[in-house]
């Protein structure tokens, strides 16, 4: 089975919270896809924890590299660039995580996600599965 796992699921990889045992659990799903976007999304949270103090700068460095190891596939933004504008336009939402919804459409697969303004979106996604984590 693929997911496509957003940067909220895939921060509990590496920055342990409340969560993180259930995304865990996903790295045994079959393949687990992201937009390139991800890279940037898991950066910004490990700088925000290198930040606070909470991790040191080699061990963020270190984390990134280990979050990024999870995933199957990392695909280019551009291919996803019209659709992801539609889908924020449409739902109002940022286009940031209209990335992974296009890319969860474009590939008929689930996108999993820990973000509560995202997931209330829910209802008004037709012919896309999002799944709170």
Do not use: N
Request: net charge positive; charged share 30%; aromatic share 4%.
């Amino acid at each position: 089975m693929t997911l496509v796992i957003d940067a909220s699921v895939a921060a509990l990889w590496v920055l342990p919270q409340p969560g993180s045992e259930r995304a865990a659990a996903l790295r045994s799903q079959d393949r687990l896809i992201a937009p390139t976007l991800v890279v940037a999304e898991i950066g910004s949270a490990l700088w925000k924890a290198a930040r606070r103090g909470d991790l040191s700068r080699a061990d963020a460095l270190a984390a990134l590299d280990v979050a990024l190891r999870h995933f199957d596939l990392l695909v280019p933004l551009e291919g996803e660039r019209a659709r992801a504008l539609a889908l924020a336009i449409e739902l109002d939402h940022p286009i940031y995580d209209c990335f992974y919804l296009a890319l969860a459409e474009r590939e008929k697969c689930v996108l999993v996600s820990a973000d509560e303004r995202l997931l209330r979106k829910r209802r008004a996604l037709k012919g896309i599965e999002l799944r709170k984590l």
